[in-house]
């Protein structure tokens, strides 16, 4: 049984100088098991690539030697591909524990110039190609959490309140959700977010559970993001927009494509209206008032 006191495995996934060793020795109480470092130890030096296998069977005897002995365990790696991740679980498959991956959300830009500053021999020309894989993280891996990070001074926390229940609202959210990721946003997402021992809990423990994880990132964010599909949106969309205006968080809200028609609580009770096809122009940094009068509300 998976619960609370269930020994934690946190992955990092980021870019190459996104900071993700940095995060790794602020958690308190870890065992980091570094593949820079393994690489230092093996071979002199981390920016030597060495033989993988041999590497990888170092990470994996000290991910699992500490999970056994109850320890929280951060396997600070790239973790770009899908296959990378669903190594490392299959690799902790026989163990109960919490794993969650934790997503660092630097920009490219940031990561280039955090790469001159900390001296190592890679040039910069081989690290950028990294970024242009794209093989996001997705619950469907086996992970109990995605969570973000960024150590982008300016930062903002935003709340994805969406459907996603039905295929095609899923995808587009969680679209959206990369796009504010790879500009160095933290998106919290519910869906990405499972409750320990879920299926040992009554229903109605469950539902409370998951109820105030949501509303605790309510209250954190700095804005929620309101996917709007027309008049007639899932209840619990409606509930978070309505919460958010209620306690003062800006609302915005993303036409999605082919939307004619809005609720006009929503569309009243939104700081922002914006249409699908403009939300990467606008200025997420200073959250201007815009609304869209020509929406239908009648």
């Known amino acids: 049984m998976i619960d609370n006191k269930s020994p934690k ?15 790794a020795k602020s958690i308190a109480g870890a065992y980091v098991v570094s593949a820079d470092e393994i690489r ?22 000290e991910i ?13 790696a790239c973790n770009l591909k899908r296959s990378y991740r669903m190594d490392v679980l299959d690799a902790v498959k026989d163990i109960e524990c919490w794993k969650i991956l934790i997503r ?11 790469h001159k500053q900390r001296g190592r021999n890679i040039p910069w020309e081989i690290l950028k190609k990294y970024f242009d894989i794209k093989e996001y993280p997705d619950m469907s891996e086996g ?15 935003f709340y994805l309140a ?29 869906m990405e977010h499972k409750i320990p021992n879920a299926w040992d809990l009554p229903n ?23 996917l709007s599909y027309g008049r007639i949106s899932s209840a619990g969309t409606n509930f978070e927009a309505g919460y958010a205006y209620g306690i003062g968080k800006p609302v915005i809200v993303i036409e999605m494509p082919g939307v004619e028609l809005m609720s006009l609580m929503l569309s009243n009770g939104s700081h922002a209206v914006i249409r699908f096809e403009e939300f990467q122009s606008y200025d997420w940094e200073n959250l201007p008032k815009e609304i869209d009068k020509n929406m239908e509300q009648k």
Not at 67 to 76: A, F, K, N, P, Q
Not at 204 to 226: M, R, T
């Open 162 to 190: 969406s459907p996603f229940f039905e295929g095609e609202a899923r995808e587009n959210a969680m679209k959206i959700s990369e796009w504010f990721r790879e500009n160095g946003y933290e998106v919290f997402v519910p």
């Open 104 to 114: 660092i959300n630097t920009p490219i830009g940031v990561c280039q110039h955090q």
């Open 204 to 226: 109605y423990a469950w539902g409370e559970s998951v109820f105030n994880v949501d509303i605790d990132n309510l209250n954190a964010c700095s804005a929620v993001i309101c």
């Open 64 to 76: 699992r030697s500490n999970l056994t002995r109850g320890e929280t365990v951060v396997y600070d």
């Open 9 to 23: 495995l946190i992955v990092l996934y980021g870019g190459p100088a996104a900071g993700k060793s940095t995060y």
């Open 40 to 61: 230092y130890r093996l071979y002199g030096s981390q920016d030597k690539f060495g033989n993988g296998e041999e590497i990888w069977k170092y990470i994996v005897n």
């Open 143 to 157: 992970w109990d959490e995605i969570k973000d990070k960024s150590f982008v001074p300016w930062t903002k926390r």
